[in-house]
């Protein structure tokens, strides 16, 4: 079944996904390529003006700056790498940046600096370089390689390229989404699973208060936002409100981190380096205990997955895919605790990737009767499309009747696809608003 009915017509989606490639807007990657390269200059003559000329190298991370940190400014050890040697890793840096803030205040500005560039190098390197290498002089897209059993849960994977890690605009001062953009005369489409993990998720723990959340069209980000921020449930979920985007990105991650068995230390440290919030450990003990105690079926089920593969070694997803744990057999508490870990969101993540692939195979039946709607990207749990405008209609009901369809019989979680359109990728309207936008033309 899993063969016949998800992977070999996800194989056909991947390939037309290939063929159609990614229209990508060319000229506007040589100006960004340009600014970019001007940036990382004035902040590398920022960097010298302070370290007198150190050779920091492309990552800001050579044996040369190492020293000048250690030795030089002798300033402290706050990581060590594997290998028993000073880190000088964002981490580190990071670090290193807090203790001068109460120590020596005049480094902080060094160490901003540093941030900032490693992060335009990177941009740079990987999302304007990177990118422009891969772009065919012929049909002026991109044909990146997709995957679809490229990971142990299911889940896809692309490279040459890999476009899954394309970054959004909260965090991209380059604006490398844009980069995508519908050739003339057609428009993009991009429909994305809204909280699939977590749907998934509740499915499996049986939660009252999580499914009647669902059933109810509630919105557990929005809960959990209000909790960490100590804000209105109104104010959580309005997207007009001050740092919206970046709050809910936190409480995605304190949802799918809980979910899959995170500990006190390791949210401290998500928010901390993915939202630059310092939190204490006895914060981070209380949110998860506030989310476990409003989802008491989540404890339950997790304990219950956790011994289960104890004894079996493997998870599996709703299908019957299965991912092996022999590390749950092992003394090393790092290994066990690994294996564990994969043993909570294999199942969550790997029925959720089960069902985009059913989704995928439901679209590649309707395409004969729908040749203009070309696939163009799979990103996690998002379906990028290119197509002609006067098509749109058409084309959300389609995608959105095939992604929103349930899964299985015993599924009794409501599946919701939420569809945004634009000219370019980094500059999508919701198909609510572009509906009113149009009835008000």
Known sequence: MIVE??????????GMMKYNGVPMDKELMLTRQQEADKKISDIRTAIDSITGGVDIG?????????????????????????????????AAMQMLKEWCENN???????????????KWGKLKSTYIDGYLSHINETTGCIHPEFMPLGTETGRFAVRNPNLQTCPRKTNDPIGVRNFIKASEGNVLMSLDFSQIELRVGAFYCRDKKMLETYRNG????????????????????????????????????????????????GLQQTLKFKAGLDTSLDRCREIIANLKAGYPGLTKWQEQTKKRAQITCYAETWLGRRRYLPGMLSDDWGRHSFAERCALNTPIQGTAADILKAACARIVAGLPDRMWLKPLLQIHDELVFELPIDKLDEAVEFVKACMEQQPYPEFDVPIVAEAAIGLRFGNMTEWEDFIREREQI
Not at 5 to 14: G, K, N
Not at 106 to 115: A, D, G, P, R, W
Not at 228 to 238: G, L, Q, S
Not at 239 to 258: L, Q, S
């Open 218 to 265: 509630g919105d557990i980000h929005a809960q959990t936002t209000s909790v960490i921020y100590n804000v209105p449930f109104e104010v959580a979920v309005d997207k007009n409100a001050p740092d919206y985007k970046e709050h809910r990105t936190i409480a995605k991650n304190c949802n799918f981190g809980v979910f899959y068995g995170l500990f006190p230390k």
């Open 104 to 118: 020596k205040p005049e480094y902080v500005k060094l160490f901003e600096l540093v941030q900032d560039y490693r």
């Open 58 to 90: 492309a990552n800001a991370s050579t044996a040369a700056f190492k020293k000048y940190l250690y030795t030089t400014l002798r300033l402290p050890v706050m990581k060590m790498t594997e290998k028993n040697q000073q880190a000088a890793n964002d």
């Open 5 to 14: 009915q998800l992977e070999s017509p996800t194989a056909v989606y991947c």
